[in-house]
T-cell receptor, first 109, second 117 residues
Framework: LAKTTQPISMDSYEGQEVNITCSHNNIATNDYITWYQQFPSQGPRFIIQGYKTKVTNEVASLFIPADRKSSTLSLPRVSLSDTAVYYCLVGRSGNQFYFGTGTSLTVIP | GAVVSQHPSWVICKSGTSVKIECRSLDFQATTMFWYRQFPKQSLMLMATSNEGSKATYEQGVEKDKFLINHASLTLSTLTVTSAHPEDSSFYIC?????????????FGPGTRLTVL
């Protein structure tokens, strides 16, 4: 099981771009990288998933270098409502997720 | 995206009683569902993997006789906390796996807050 390491917390001002990096040095060949967002007392919400290079959707981008030992979630122009905990998960498609500590993002007005 | 519901959203019970929590995939079939527990200010902890029509697989340290899981259909899994005690008070979250194209995603329910008095 690939272990992930993320910063415990981050602060950002409204309107800025936020990049959260996750390290997963022992990622396996068949593992995907998935990011979730969680608000207090709610279930995690899927943000983005990728295998390599760059993936972009309407809310975020995911950058994965060639060695896949890390990944960066990029949130463009954050707002106060983006204050949440962000989890980076690594695992084989369809398998269990083991959550790490996550990154608590606080957006400051 | 796919929707997963949980019922109830919160429950308060007396110590020694049993509580059943339902997890439903509303618009897709889920051959696999997962149950997590989350204590305040902590991360989610995987409790068990539930496969439709077969016995659940429990993570190390999770008592299978205390946390009964049933996955009788492709859209419903239940978690029963038997003889609940105050230390079982937690936020219980389920997720369901949906296959979509190349990737498989897990969709999470809104969670159930259990308080044992």
């Amino acid at each position: 099981l690939a272990k992930t390491t993320q910063p415990i917390s981050m602060d950002s001002y409204e309107g800025q771009e936020v990049n959260i990096t996750c390290s997963h040095n022992n990622i396996a060949t068949n593992d995907y990288i998935t990011w979730y967002q969680q608000f207090p007392s709610q279930g995690p919400r899927f943000i983005i998933q990728g295998y390599k290079t760059k993936v972009t959707n309407e809310v975020a981008s995911l950058f994965i270098p060639a060695d896949r030992k890390s990944s960066t979630l990029s949130l463009p122009r954050v707002s106060l409502s983006d204050t949440a905990v962000y989890y980076c998960l690594v695992g084989r498609s369809g398998n269990q997720f083991y959550f790490g500590t996550g990154t608590s993002l606080t957006v400051i007005p | 995206g796919a929707v997963v519901s949980q019922h109830p959203s919160w429950v308060i019970c007396k110590s020694g009683t049993s509580v059943k929590i339902e997890c439903r995939s509303l618009d897709f079939q889920a051959t696999t569902m997962f149950w997590y527990r989350q204590f305040p200010k902590q991360s989610l902890m995987l409790m068990a993997t539930s496969n439709e029509g077969s016995k659940a697989t429990y993570e190390q340290g999770v008592e299978k006789d205390k946390f009964l899981i049933n996955h009788a259909s492709l859209t419903l899994s239940t978690l029963t906390v038997t003889s609940a005690h105050p230390e079982d008070s937690s936020f219980y979250i389920c997720s369901a796996r949906a296959a979509s194209g190349t990737y498989n995603e897990q969709f999470f329910g809104p969670g159930t807050r259990l308080t044992v008095l």
